[in-house]
């Protein structure tokens, strides 16, 4: 038996179905070219894909964007838990302040203890890493100076950190015109 030649002549569309085969079921340029045809559902897993993958690149692109690239290396391990009661301003979940800035989250960072660090480097021998810690939490530090100017952090999150003590002194100032 012959098979049949789709092979199409110069100038004319090449069928998806006569797109050479690259895997079992799947031709050459399936997914781009004949999405229209086929159910939404088929297509959920490579939705889900993009979104894993945006979701990772937001990851690193924020980092990077807001100045604080380091904060991409940290494993969170958690090793750095081990500087206790070396930390002269009692922080004692530095791994959570490193996430925080990475992903920029104010909330976390102030609740953790962010804005009193005073950057003396007793964690960074902590850190598997050695990742510059108290670099890292300066930026973050600054980076919510400006969130607590321009009022992106929820005044409430502010009088808590205040009344619990979480507040550095040369931050005082910034915060208590944020939540006037
Ligand atoms: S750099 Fe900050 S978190 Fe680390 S030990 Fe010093 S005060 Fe504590
Ligand atoms: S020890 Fe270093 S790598 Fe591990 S969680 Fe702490 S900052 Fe991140």
């Not at 494993?75 to 530095?94: F, H, K, M, N, W």
Request: with cysteine.
């Amino acid at each position: 038996m012959t098979e049949k030649n789709d092979t199409p002549k110069i100038g004319e569309k090449r069928q998806d179905t006569s797109q050479p085969v690259i895997l079992p079921g799947i031709h050459r340029y399936q997914f781009f070219t004949n999405l229209k045809d086929r159910g939404w559902t088929m297509n959920l897993d490579r939705v889900a894909l993009f979104g894993i993958v945006a979701a990772m690149l937001s990851d690193v692109i924020k980092p990077l964007l807001r100045g604080n690239p380091a904060t991409i290396y940290c494993y969170e391990c958690r090793a750095c838990y081990a500087t206790q009661d070396r930390c002269p301003v009692g922080i004692s979940l530095q791994a959570e302040l490193v996430v925080a800035g990475r992903v920029s989250d104010y909330d976390r960072f102030i609740r953790n203890g962010g804005l009193k660090c005073i950057r003396c480097g007793n964690c960074q021998s902590y850190c598997v890493q050695y990742l510059p810690l108290p670099k890292m939490f300066a930026v973050m530090q600054q980076e919510t100076r400006e969130a607590m100017k321009n009022g992106v952090i929820p005044k409430e999150t502010l009088k808590r950190a205040l009344a619990q003590g979480l507040v550095g002194k040369e931050y005082i100032d910034d915060l208590v015109k944020a939540i006037a």
